[in-house]
């Protein structure tokens, strides 16, 4: 399988409410190659873009999949990477891929990590606009990892704020860093951004982020990413 899904879940519903397509490579001997060491390789070579519209295909198909089989959809986030954004032709491409399988964008999310608007806004921004006036969700993934500035998030055509798991894990270690969670949540619900916090693995995360205002979540406490098959079987 090169596909797995990662359940996000809503903490009020006590329900999955959605997935992450990620991709997982297997080493021969049936070991796992972590993404943090393929994904870099894959993109400095440009092999990104093939394994991006590999995942982005699948996911369209699973969907019509699920249709077909009478269930209701979840929403399926995949992540674009940057490079796509030097194409002009990207939003012609993912639209006519998606129209193929006759089913509604409602269903889709595509993620885009944070860093890279710091580096091509303005080259991003009207691809990621024609996006959303199609009818699909954009997050920003990876939020606080570290170029975060808060007048992005006022120019930002997107919908959802996904807080990356090292800024929110360091963040809740201390009463300054909780403080800056809390406000940043806090500023987000204040001009209707969706936010998804990453990387929640103990019930006390849960509970602090949740307090704070944020009911989308992913991670470990949930489900670490599983093979789809199994996913279906489970959620």
Not at 81 to 87: E, R, W
Not at 109 to 134: N, P
Not at 182 to 189: A, E, P, Q, R, V
Request: with cysteine.
């Amino acid at each position: 399988d090169l596909v797995y899904f990662q359940p996000k879940v809503s903490v009020s519903e006590h329900c999955v409410v959605g997935a992450e397509a990620l991709t997982r490579l297997q080493n021969e001997d049936g070991s796992i190659i972590p993404p943090d060491v393929f994904i870099p390789v894959l993109e400095s070579s440009g092999k990104i873009l093939e394994l991006d519209w590999y995942v982005m295909r699948f996911v369209f198909s699973k969907i019509r999949d699920w249709l077909d089989e009478g269930k209701k959809p979840q929403k399926i986030s995949v992540n674009l990477s940057k490079i796509h954004f030097y194409y002009d032709t990207l939003v012609d491409d993912i639209i006519r891929e998606f129209e193929k399988h006759q089913i509604s964008p409602e269903y889709v999310e595509f993620e885009i990590t944070e860093s890279v608007f710091f580096e091509e806004a303005d080259l991003i921004i009207s691809k990621i606009e024609r996006l959303r006036e199609y009818g699909f969700k954009v997050s920003v993934d990876d939020f606080g990892a570290g170029y975060s500035s808060l007048n992005l998030i006022g120019i930002l055509p997107v919908d959802i704020i996904k807080l990356d798991k090292r800024f929110v894990k360091n963040s809740l270690g201390n009463k300054k860093g909780k403080d800056i969670i809390k406000g940043l949540i806090s500023i987000l619900n204040e001009i209707d951004m969706d936010i998804v916090c990453e990387g929640i693995e103990t019930k006390e995360e849960e509970r602090i982020v949740y307090e704070f205002g944020c009911d989308s979540m992913q991670g470990y406490l949930y489900d670490r990413p599983i093979p789809v098959s199994d996913y279906e079987k489970k959620y």
